[in-house]
């Protein structure tokens, strides 16, 4: 499983101009599922990225976590974390997850974080999305469950 994490001040994504879900500071997660992720995965990687430290504390340190700054948490479906564009100039997606069993982890994803106490808003599975934020830092991160 891959995620794609940025510290926003604000986050939405619409589907033909119908906002679907938005929030305030928190972590906008561009989330992608590959093939033999499970739950074990999707569990990993939400309590690194829970406990991950990326928000500024008083003295403009990174010490703070999601649960710290009292965030919010945007969960948007990125199948194409697993494009391979080591041949031609058309990417591959062979190594992103079956779409059923990716939608699956993906809302069992943001049931995690939801679990935890954190607001929680999803984008729409399979959707052509409009993903707006304004990247606060500008911080991101990439993380893969392979390397973890």
């Known amino acids: 499983m891959r995620a794609v994490v940025q510290c926003v001040s604000e ?13 305030g500071k928190g972590f906008a997660i561009l989330l992608g599922v590959g093939h033999g992720d499970t739950e074990a995965e999707a569990e990993r990687l939400w309590r690194k990225i829970a406990k991950l430290r990326v928000f500024d504390d008083a003295e403009g340190k990174t010490n703070l976590s999601l649960s710290d700054v009292g965030g919010e948490v945007l ?15 058309r990417p591959s997606f062979t190594e992103a997850g079956d779409p059923a069993i990716a939608r699956r982890l993906y809302e069992y994803f943001a049931d995690l974080a939801r679990a935890d106490g954190f607001p929680v808003a999803t984008g729409e ?20 469950t392979d390397a973890l």
């Open 11 to 23: 986050a939405r994504v619409t589907v033909e101009g119908r906002e679907v879900g938005a929030i």
């Open 75 to 89: 969960v948007v479906s990125q199948f194409t974390l697993y494009a391979n564009c080591r041949k031609g100039n």
């Open 125 to 144: 599975f399979g959707a052509m999305m409009d993903v707006a934020l304004v990247n606060h830092g500008p911080f991101t991160l990439w993380l893969d």
